[in-house]
C-alpha cells in the first residue's frame, strides 16, 4: 500500500515536441527502448532479486522521471505530460528470470533477443529491467530497458548510469519517503492544453498531425507505416522478432592498432567494424566492387562550452559516414575511416574519451540512448546501420558490491534497416552488441565472428606481434569470462 497521498495537484512536465515522434512511429515492428547488458560476478556479497529490488528503490530517486508515466490530453489535443504513477509498482519493473543449466551465452543471447521484441507498456513508467540467474560460474545478468522518449540526458540518465559504484563497497543512500503527487483530471489536462496550444501555435499543429497519423495507423487495411525504398543486405522491412550477438575484444589491441597506423581508438573501432561488414557480405555472395561503400550513422557527442566538465551537459549529433566495405586492404580501410573523422575532430567540439568516460556513474548507458534518438531523427534511407560507440571507465564498477565484468548495449532498429550496433569500451574491455531483425538476418552471429577476424586482421600489421591466444571472440564462451 502506499504510504499516502500528496493533497497538490501536481504541476505536469509535457513531452517535448521532438520526442512526440518516438511515440507516432513507435510500433510491434519497431520499438523504441535502448538496453544495456552486464554481466556480473556477485563474489561472496552476492546479487540476488531481492537485493537488486532494494538497490533501485534506493536509487531511483536520482531519476523521478523512472516512477512517472505519460498520460494523453483528452481526444490527443495537446502533448502527453509526465505525471507520477499513483499505481507504481517497483516489482512489476523489476523481473527475475533464469537460465537453463548449463547456462550458456548462446542461452542468454536469445533469452535478451525475446525481451528486445517486447514493447514497453505505455500504461506504466517506461522501463525494466530483468535479473538473469543460473549463468555459468554462478554470475548473473541485468538487462535493463528504457525508451527513448524516458531519457534526455539532462532532466534524466539512465536508471544504469545510477546503479553502479566505483568499489565495492555498498554506497548508504537515504531514503526519499516518495508518495506520488496527485495529477490534473481531464477537465485540468484539456484546459492546460489549449493555453500550450494557443502559446505555442506550430508545436499544435505538430500535435495534430501526429494525432492524424495515430488515428490513420489505426484503420484496417490501410499501410501507413513508415517504409523505406533502401536495398542491400542491410535492408529489410522488419519483423516483429529480434536476434542479438555479443563480441568481447581487449582495449590494447585497438591501441596497438592505433599505435602503428595512427588515429584514434575509435577510427580502429570503427575499421574493425567496417571489416566485419565486409567479410560478411562476401560470405553471403554479395556483390563487392573496389568502389562499395556503406553509409553509417555515428552519432558523436560535442561539447557544451556552459557544462561543467563533470556533468552531461553535452549534445550528440549525427555524422554520417561511409564505410570502404570495398577496400581489401585493412591499414587502407584504416586510413579513410580516420580520414573521414578527421573533419568532425578538427571542428574542436569533439568530446575527448577520457572527458566522456569521467563522467558521473557509468555514463555510456546514457549516451547510448542519446544516440539512438539522434538516429531515430534521420531521414528513412538515408543511412544503411547505425553504430553508437561509447568509452567507459577503464576500472572496474560494482553494483551492490557485484563487480561488472562486461556490458553491452543493444540499440533498436528503425523501419528499412536490420542491423545496428552498439560498443562499449570498459575496464581493459570493448564489447560489441549487435541487434538484427530474426527474419532479415538469420546469419548475424556470422557478422559477429568476421568482426573478430577483422581485428586480428588489423592487429596483425602491427609490429611486433607476440604468440598468444585469439584477440577477440564471438560468443559463446562462459557467460562473463574477461577477454583474454
Excluded at 506504466?124 to 541485468?142: C, I, K, N, Q
Excluded at 536495398?231 to 582495449?251: E, I, N, Y
Excluded at 596483425?460 to 585469439?470: F, G, H, L, Q
Amino acid at each position: 500500500m502506499l504510504a499516502g497521498r500528496a493533497t497538490m495537484c501536481a504541476m505536469p512536465s509535457r513531452l517535448p515536441t521532438r520526442d512526440i515522434a518516438l511515440l507516432t512511429q513507435e510500433s510491434t515492428r519497431e520499438p523504441l527502448h535502448v538496453a544495456t547488458l552486464a554481466i556480473l560476478d556477485p563474489g561472496p556479497s552476492g546479487l540476488d532479486h531481492a537485493t537488486l529490488v532494494e538497490l533501485i528503490n534506493e536509487r531511483i530517486a536520482i531519476v523521478p522521471r523512472y516512477r512517472q508515466r505519460l498520460v494523453s490530453a483528452p481526444a490527443g489535443l495537446g502533448r502527453p505530460v509526465w505525471l507520477d504513477d499513483e499505481a507504481f509498482d517497483l516489482s512489476y519493473h523489476v523481473r527475475r528470470s533464469a537460465l537453463p543449466g548449463p547456462g550458456s551465452m548462446a542461452a542468454l543471447r536469445d533469452l535478451v533477443a525475446r525481451l528486445l521484441a517486447r514493447r514497453l507498456d505505455r500504461q506504466r513508467p517506461l522501463w525494466e529491467a530483468y535479473l538473469v540467474e543460473g549463468l555459468a560460474d554462478e554470475r548473473v545478468a541485468l538487462l535493463i530497458k528504457s525508451h527513448q522518449a524516458l531519457v534526455d540526458g539532462t532532466d534524466t540518465v539512465d536508471l544504469a548510469q545510477v546503479l553502479l559504484d566505483e568499489t565495492d563497497e555498498v554506497r548508504e543512500v537515504p531514503g526519499d519517503h516518495w508518495r506520488p503527487r496527485v495529477g490534473p483530471g481531464p477537465g485540468q489536462l484539456l484546459a492546460r492544453s489549449v493555453l500550450d496550444s494557443v502559446r505555442h501555435p506550430r508545436q499544435a499543429t505538430d500535435v495534430a498531425v501526429s494525432t492524424a497519423w495515430r488515428f490513420a495507423s489505426a484503420l484496417p487495411g490501410l499501410p501507413v507505416h513508415r517504409r523505406s525504398d533502401q536495398r542491400g543486405p542491410l535492408a529489410a522491412t522488419l519483423s516483429q522478432q529480434r536476434r542479438f550477438v555479443t563480441v568481447a575484444t581487449r582495449l590494447e589491441d585497438y591501441r596497438s592498432v592505433r599505435k602503428a597506423h595512427g588515429g584514434t581508438v575509435n577510427d580502429v573501432i570503427l575499421a574493425t567494424i567496417t571489416g566485419g561488414l565486409r567479410g560478411w557480405m562476401l560470405t553471403r555472395g554479395e556483390q563487392i566492387r573496389a568502389t562499395t561503400r556503406l553509409r553509417a550513422m555515428v552519432p558523436m557527442s560535442v561539447v557544451d562550452i556552459d557544462a561543467e566538465p563533470t556533468s552531461l551537459g553535452s549534445q550528440v549529433v549525427g555524422h554520417q559516414l561511409s564505410l570502404p566495405v570495398g577496400e581489401t586492404n585493412p591499414v587502407v580501410r584504416l586510413h579513410q575511416v580516420s580520414y573521414a573523422l578527421r573533419a568532425h575532430r578538427e571542428t574542436g567540439r569533439a568530446v575527448a574519451a577520457n572527458r566522456l568516460s569521467a563522467l558521473p556513474g557509468f555514463a555510456p548507458t546514457t549516451f547510448h540512448v542519446l544516440g539512438a534518438r539522434i538516429v531515430q531523427q534521420q531521414p528513412l534511407g538515408s543511412y544503411h546501420v547505425a553504430i553508437t560507440n561509447v568509452p567507459g571507465p577503464q576500472d572496474p564498477l560494482f553494483m551492490s558490491g557485484a563487480r561488472m565484468v562486461e556490458t553491452y548495449p543493444a540499440l533498436p532498429l528503425t523501419e528499412g534497416h536490420a542491423v545496428a550496433i552498439g560498443v562499449t569500451s570498459y575496464d581493459g574491455g570493448v564489447y560489441v552488441g549487435i541487434v538484427a531483425d530474426r527474419d532479415a538476418v538469420p546469419d548475424v552471429d556470422v557478422l559477429g565472428q568476421c568482426m573478430v577476424e577483422a581485428l586480428d586482421e588489423l592487429v596483425s600489421t602491427s609490429s611486433p606481434i607476440p604468440e598468444r591466444a585469439p584477440r577477440g571472440r564471438a560468443r559463446p564462451q562462459a557467460p562473463g569470462t574477461r577477454p583474454p
